[in-house]
């Protein structure tokens, strides 16, 4: 985000709307696509979080920006969820070229891992109940810390622990049928 030079360098000037979507719009978008399952759903949480975003910038205390939006659009998520019980959730498809984000060019294996989170794993992510699926796509996927998770959740870091161990131990069965047997 851009600072005033001089002396007057710790007050904060807001990004404009295009610096924002710019910068952010692959991050969120893939994180809105790990959360909802479905392109269409993903891109309308993303359209959601930056007008959130846009609207709240004149009252956000300059911290982690990024933290700011995984919370945004999170919380939007968990919102829609509990307002319509159920979003669609179709499988990926062609969309997996645009869950990576530029960032993962430049780290290979985060690409290869995003752009190869299959239908099996995405079912399987899908399966779990909302706040599950949020904690371990912001822990596995995302790379966020559990103190991270828990501000962007607004839980205890007890509760990002519980729910991240039940969500693996959810996938893991879920995945089971995918095991490769190893002989000796």
């Given at each position: 985000?851009?600072?005033?030079?001089?002396?007057?360098?710790?007050?904060?000037?807001?990004?404009?709307?295009?610096?924002?979507v710019?910068?952010?719009?692959?991050?969120?978008?893939?994180?809105?696509?790990?959360?909802?399952?479905?392109?269409?759903?993903?891109?309308?949480?993303?359209?959601e979080t930056?007008?959130?975003?846009f609207?709240?910038?004149?009252?956000?205390?300059?911290?982690?920006f990024?933290?700011?939006?995984?919370?945004?659009?999170?919380n939007l998520?968990?919102?829609?969820?509990?307002?319509?019980?159920r979003?669609?959730?179709?499988?990926?498809?062609?969309?997996?070229?645009?869950?990576?984000?530029?960032?993962?060019?430049?780290?290979?294996e985060?690409?290869?891992?995003?752009?190869?989170?299959?239908?099996?794993?995405?079912?399987?992510?899908?399966?779990?109940r909302?706040?599950?699926?949020?904690?371990?796509?912001?822990?596995?996927?995302?790379?966020?810390?559990?103190?991270?998770?828990?501000?962007t959740l607004g839980?205890?870091?007890?509760?990002?622990?519980?729910?991240?161990?039940?969500?693996?131990?959810?996938?893991?069965e879920a995945?089971?049928?995918?095991?490769?047997?190893?002989t000796?």
């Amino acid at each position: 985000m851009t600072k005033t030079p001089g002396p007057e360098a710790s007050a904060w000037v807001p990004p404009t709307w295009d610096e924002i979507v710019r910068e952010h719009s692959a991050r969120v978008y893939r994180l809105a696509y790990r959360l909802t399952g479905d392109r269409q759903d993903a891109e309308d949480l993303t359209q959601e979080t930056f007008l959130r975003v846009f609207r709240s910038l004149s009252s956000y205390t300059p911290g982690t920006f990024e933290g700011w939006l995984h919370r945004i659009t999170t919380n939007l998520f968990l919102d829609q969820v509990r307002r319509k019980k159920r979003i669609r959730f179709e499988a990926m498809g062609e969309d997996a070229s645009r869950v990576a984000s530029d960032d993962d060019r430049s780290r290979p294996e985060r690409g290869f891992e995003h752009g190869n989170l299959d239908h099996d794993v995405q079912s399987a992510l899908d399966a779990l109940r909302p706040e599950y699926r949020a904690a371990v796509v912001l822990c596995d996927i995302e790379g966020l810390s559990y103190e991270e998770i828990a501000v962007t959740l607004g839980v205890k870091i007890g509760t990002v622990r519980s729910r991240i161990h039940r969500a693996r131990a959810q996938l893991r069965e879920a995945l089971e049928h995918r095991r490769v047997e190893v002989t000796r």
